[in-house]
C-alpha cells in the first residue's frame, strides 16, 4: 500500500472541495451584491454551474449573474496564479528580491494607491 499516494490524493480531494466551496461562496456572495430580493437558493445556483446545459429553475438574469461571477473569480484565479509565476521567474532571475519590489514593477499604479491609502 503506497501511503504517500494516499496521503497525496486525500490531500488533493480536499483542496479541490476547498476551492469548490471558496469559489461558490465568491458567486453566492456577488450575487446576492447584484440580485438582493431575487438571489435564488444557493442549492440552484450550485445545481446550475455544475452542469448549465441541464434545465434550471433560474431566470435568465439569475444565469447570467451567477456564469458572470464564476467567470469572474476564474479570471481573479488566473491573474493571481500568471503573477505568481512571474514572480517567480523574475525572483529566480534575481531581477526582484521582495514581493514589494514584485509589485512596483508589474503594477506600479495599484502600489502607489496602496500607499496613498496607508497615509491617510
Not at 448549465?52 to 464564476?70: C, F, G, H, R, Y
Not at 528580491?97 to 496602496?114: G, K, T, W, Y
Amino acid at each position: 500500500m503506497n501511503v504517500f499516494g494516499n496521503s497525496s490524493k486525500q490531500l488533493l480531494q480536499a483542496l479541490t472541495a476547498n476551492a469548490k466551496n471558496e469559489t461558490m461562496d465568491y458567486v453566492l456572495q456577488e450575487m446576492q451584491a447584484v440580485l438582493g430580493e431575487e438571489m435564488p437558493e444557493a442549492d440552484e445556483v450550485r445545481t446550475y454551474l455544475q452542469d448549465p446545459d441541464k434545465p434550471t429553475e433560474l431566470s435568465t438574469t439569475q444565469q447570467i449573474v451567477a456564469m458572470d461571477k464564476l467567470l469572474e473569480c476564474a479570471e481573479v484565479n488566473l491573474r493571481t496564479l500568471c503573477d505568481l509565476i512571474r514572480y517567480q521567474q523574475l525572483k529566480e532571475a534575481g531581477a526582484v528580491n521582495s514581493v514589494e519590489e514584485f509589485l512596483q514593477l508589474v503594477h506600479p499604479d495599484d502600489v502607489r494607491d496602496i500607499s496613498k491609502e496607508d497615509a491617510d
